[in-house]
């Protein structure tokens, strides 16, 4: 009990961490699945891009599985759920519009390959 007392501080931030992570899962899982799904494929872009930052051109299968690590972590729940067909077609997806950004946006080009074409 005295150990309570002298350390309430870290009672109040497992309290704190836990009302805000389930606030969160709530709102994500109170979503519209087509909306779930909406959001996934937004994050598959930024992961796609972190991916080609990370790894670079020509390395195919192993940037697929790093977004499906970077998936399994942010998506837990929806991982389980989902085939990984399923999930390499939004990836497939995601990397033909991160190709298409990256022709027609020189300054998302800078950030991603570190040159200027």
Do not use: H
């Amino acid at each position: 009990m005295m150990w309570l007392v002298e350390n309430w501080f870290v009672l109040i931030a497992v309290l704190a961490v836990s009302a805000v992570g389930s606030v969160a899962t709530y709102r994500f899982y109170g979503l519209p699945s087509a909306k779930q799904i909406e959001t996934i494929k937004e994050w598959l872009l930024y992961a796609c891009i972190e991916a080609e930052k990370a790894l670079g051109n020509g390395t195919g299968q192993l940037k697929l599985r790093y977004v499906y690590d970077l998936f399994i972590t942010r998506f837990p729940a929806v991982a389980r759920m989902i085939s990984f067909t399923v999930f390499s077609g939004w990836v497939d997806a995601a990397l033909e519009e991160m190709r298409i950004m990256l022709t027609q946006n020189k300054a998302i080009r800078e950030v991603v390959k570190g040159d200027v074409a």
